[in-house]
Nanobody, 120 residues
Framework: VQLQASGGGSVQPGGSLRLSCGAS????????IGWFRQAPGKEREEVSC????????YYADSVKGRFTISRDNAKNAVYLQMNSLKPEDTAVYYC??????????????WGQGTLVTVSS
């Protein structure tokens, strides 16, 4: 199973990006999907998670109020809208499929990562 993450790029502080996560070999509908990030020299951290139905969401404190996770099961896709980006948001962002339908504590399959750089 391969997830595809896309939408990264370079933006100035205060800018916005929208990340997308898709899959061609699995239907995402039944699984919680999470976005994780890893900055240089730092451990990977969970940024956000959405349950299979979209009814439950989680955000790390560092992104609350700035990032919004959503999913479109008809398009087999999950999105992460990132607004008011800060330099500390610079990282490689990964989407991951969890074997649960409500949280992202046990990610099972990962996308290849997409780089987000926030710099003036």
């Amino acid at each position: 199973v391969q997830l595809q993450a896309s939408g990264g790029g370079s933006v100035q502080p205060g800018g916005s990006l929208r990340l997308s996560c898709g899959a061609s070999e699995i239907t995402l509908d039944y699984y919680a999907i999470g976005w994780f990030r890893q900055a240089p020299g730092k451990e990977r951290e969970e940024v956000s998670c959405i349950s299979s139905t979209g009814g439950l969401t989680y955000y790390a404190d560092s992104v609350k109020g700035r990032f919004t996770i959503s999913r479109d099961n008809a398009k087999n896709a999950v999105y992460l809208q990132m607004n008011s980006l800060k330099p500390e948001d610079t990282a490689v962002y990964y989407c991951a499929l969890d074997d649960s339908d409500y949280d992202c504590d046990t990610p099972e399959y990962w996308g290849q990562g997409t780089l987000v750089t926030v710099s003036s």
